[in-house]
């Protein structure tokens, strides 16, 4: 494939995938705006926006190991948007309990992170998606080198204790949260075998 059609059709793949990122937030303006948020509309935007972080995280992980399945080594350069959409939808999540849930309250702000568990993991998934975002650039990647590839593997840390998170925020049925932490640890398992496999290849 020649490079102009090449380089359209992933620009067309961006401009889906913006869509389709932006699509659960959009729905959720339409269905506050319309009042069709149910009885508790805070905990309903809780919900939904962590869930989508938690679900674009899982798809971020999943981008490498698919795109080996898949021989479409070409997936790689979409990962970092669906990672930076999973970083606007955990920060849409913090802000509805920074502002909406407890206005401001620092005090009982920090009181929460500090003695309720789930919680403190919540907030400290969120500072490593901060530290990931941050250096998504290309300048960053070029300041950090070798070691950019280190600090971006935060991700696995970050996707795992979103999973806990959303296990330890549920009360009762924990189905989803654990089919989220199920596939994110397969997930994880996929990374630490591959490099393993490689290594035992090159012995053989």
């Known amino acids: 494939m020649s490079a102009a059609p090449a380089r359209r059709r992933r620009i067309v793949v961006k401009a889906v995938l913006w869509v389709v990122c932006l699509a659960p937030a959009l729905s959720l303006g339409i269905a506050a705006l319309m009042d069709g948020l149910g009885a508790n509309p805070i905990e309903e935007i809780t919900h939904r926006t962590g ?23 070409g997936w790689i350069r979409y990962r970092r948007l669906v990672g930076l959409f999973a970083f606007f939808y955990a920060t849409l999540h913090f802000l509805t309990y920074l502002v909406l849930d407890q206005f401001f309250g620092w005090s009982y702000i920090i009181e ?30 070029r300041r950090l080198r070798k070691n950019w590839q280190r600090l971006h593997r935060l991700i696995y840390p970050a996707a795992l204790a979103g999973g806990v998170h959303f296990l330890w925020k549920v009360k009762a049925d924990t189905r989803e949260p654990i089919v989220f932490l199920a596939v994110i640890i397969a997930l994880l398992l996929v990374r630490a075998w591959a490099p393993w496999k490689r290594r035992a290849s090159r012995v053989g």
Do not use: N
Request: no cysteine; charged share 10%.
């Open 51 to 73: 869930w989508w972080a938690l679900f674009l995280l899982t798809v971020t992980l999943s981008i490498t190991p698919l795109r080996r399945v898949a021989g479409k080594p």
């Open 112 to 141: 929460d992170i500090a003695e309720r568990p789930f919680i403190t993991l919540g907030f400290a998934t969120w500072l490593l998606l901060v530290a990931l975002a941050v250096t998504s650039t290309t300048g960053w990647i």
